[in-house]
């Protein structure tokens, strides 16, 4: 559906993302995770066609898209901000703008309408003014400003940053919904692992502007010593045994899957052997694997287990656990 | 003190008998008024918005050109107008000179810059999110650009208002290209600085209140335009 190739953006001349490929699949949900600053919001902006890459190509179906995107190409792909804004008028008006873009007839805008404002509960809303929203209310009805245009890609930055857990799961609840409806392709950009990982089905990470092979969670940054070989580096209260020949600054990541978990520590050839607490779990999206996340001490790993090794040990928020892996999973970026 | 009642007991005089004179002086300031203030604008408005809006080469450079055009003296521009429309200039073939066309053509060159430049900062003054909003839900560039006046339309009122008045109270373009002829092209300005070197000081503050309840009118009629349909 929609591709990045080549793709090197700079904002006054510093590179904030440099994607060889990139790929939003046609009824796909994409989750892109990474910190503050990774590059997410640039990421989605480009997939929106709002902003042509400094270097490189956006596809659409296969075709380049022109640098300065034609609206009818625009028209098939929406995004909702980090921050969204609503314009002045009612949020009915809001509501109402991308259908009267496309010329959609009134009986078809209000049924379409009814849909959106009954799935996202905005009936209370309607006839309310920017001002008088919450953060919260404003992304909702941003959300539903974009679903009701039935995009072939529906982008989304952060959706529920500014809702309580409620109104998030409220508002994936209405996602969900809608694809069953009718399908399309969903991107997302959260920095909550918990609710990328509970519905995509493609989980991407993003750090410093480059796919991360693995996802943000263990991922640090390091001052690496000299001399080659085994070294120590320390994260936070815990050091890490890594094995490279690189000094200097640096990322290091484990991936969770590389992290044996056991409820005691068993000799083994791992050299990083941590002891702490479970403070919490969450399963991922198709069910299979549960991924552990525990406190080392003040420094959060996370590790995936299968849905049975969970249950074998009986993981719980609060039990003791042990984490462990070699010096060899840890990756150096 | 005399001097000063005499003065205001004859412009009231004036205008309470409706001069014919003082008024057909009046209209045709409006008229060269509104003309030119419409044109700058059309022109002004979406320069700005362009300015504002799109990244090109060159574009700091037209900032700065149009900043500096707003502190055009009035005579100079009046002057450069006179050389091109001088029966030996380059547009002489127009025939306008001496004519209330060109007044017009002065005073636009002397708003356009305001136009342009008070509109380019009025829409670099909305929070970007509107003119990417209205793209991601599909606008093309003409509604895009009408979504964001209509979040600027307050600072963009005012923009209207700035070329108005200084296309109203011109005086120097419109005395050297315009001759200041009576019944033709005396504008309030002109009629008034004519009338004070007579010394009809009454006939001249006539005028001179006739410009400031011109100038009020149109404020208030543009808040009032303003004040509809607030949030």
Redesign the interface.
């Known amino acids: 559906m929609l591709e990045l190739r080549g793709v090197r953006h700079r904002y006054q001349g510093r590179v904030v993302l440099d994607l060889e490929q990139f790929t939003v699949p046609h009824t796909g949900a994409t989750a892109v995770v990474g910190h503050n600053g990774a590059g997410k919001s640039t990421l989605l902006r480009l997939l929106a066609l709002l902003e042509a890459p400094t270097e490189g190509q956006v596809l659409f179906n296969g075709t380049v898209v022109p640098r300065r995107s034609p609206a009818s190409l625009r028209r098939r792909v929406t995004l909702v901000e980090q921050r969204p804004i609503l314009f002045r008028g009612t949020v009915r008006e809001n509501l109402e703008y991308g259908l009267r873009v496309r010329d959609v007839g009134r009986a078809a805008a209000n049924g379409i309408l009814a849909d959106v404002v009954e799935r996202l509960g905005l009936q209370p809303l309607l006839s309310r003014h920017r001002h008088e929203l919450s953060d919260g209310e404003v992304q909702r009805v941003a959300v539903a400003r974009a679903l009701a245009l039935r995009t072939d890609v529906l982008l989304l930055d952060e959706p529920a940053s500014s809702a309580d857990r409620a109104a998030a799961g409220a508002l994936y609840r209405a996602l969900a919904a809608e694809r069953a409806a009718r399908p399309f392709a969903v991107c997302i950009a959260s920095h909550q692992l918990e609710d990328a990982y509970r519905w995509a089905d493609d989980i991407r990470a993003l750090a410093e502007g480059r796919l991360s092979p693995v996802t943000p969670e263990n991922l640090f940054r390091v001052e690496l010593p000299a001399g080659d070989g085994v070294k120590t580096v320390h994260v936070g209260s815990i050091a890490l045994v890594v094995m490279t020949d690189r000094t200097g600054p640096a990322v290091v990541a484990v991936a969770p899957t590389d992290i044996f978990v056991s409820r005691e520590p068993i000799p083994s050839s791992a050299r990083n052997v941590f002891k702490g607490r479970v403070t919490g779990m969450a399963i991922e999206h198709r069910g299979a694997g549960v991924h552990v996340r525990a406190d080392m001490g003040g420094v959060e790993l996370v590790a995936a287990v299968t849905a049975e090794a969970a249950r074998d040990l009986a993981l719980n928020p609060g039990s003791a656990v042990v984490f462990s892996f070699k010096a060899t999973a840890v990756r150096v970026f | 003190m005399d001097f000063l009642a005499e003065g205001f007991r004859r412009a009231w005089g004036l205008l309470v008998a409706g001069d014919s004179e003082v008024y057909g002086i009046a209209l045709l300031t409006l008229k060269v008024a509104v003309v030119a203030t419409a044109v700058s604008c059309a022109v002004g408005l979406p320069l700005g918005y362009f300015l504002a809006t799109r990244r090109f080469w060159g574009r700091r450079a037209a900032l700065t050109v149009v900043n500096t055009a707003l502190a055009f003296p009035t005579v100079v521009v009046g002057l450069l107008l006179y050389g091109l429309l001088s029966r030996r200039g380059p547009l002489g073939g127009l025939g306008w000179l001496y004519t209330w066309q060109a007044i017009v053509v002065g005073d636009v060159l002397l708003a356009l810059p305001i136009a342009a430049a008070l509109s380019a900062a009025a829409v670099q003054g909305v929070?970007p999110?509107?003119r990417?909003?209205?793209?991601?839900?599909?606008?093309?560039?003409w509604?895009t650009a009408w979504?964001v006046a209509?979040?600027a339309r307050f600072a963009l009122a005012a923009v209207i208002t700035a070329a108005f008045g200084q296309v109203v109270a011109e005086i120097g373009a419109a005395m050297i290209v315009g001759g200041n002829i009576r019944g033709s092209t005396r504008t309030l300005t002109t009629a008034v600085a004519l009338y004070t070197a007579q010394g009809d000081f009454g006939l001249a503050l006539a005028l001179g209140l006739v410009l400031l309840i011109l100038a009020l009118v149109v404020n208030i009629a543009l808040q009032v335009l303003q004040g509809r349909g607030h949030?």
């Open positions: 929070d999110r509107i990417r909003t209205a793209e991601t839900l599909g606008a093309g560039s509604l979504t209509r979040e949030a």
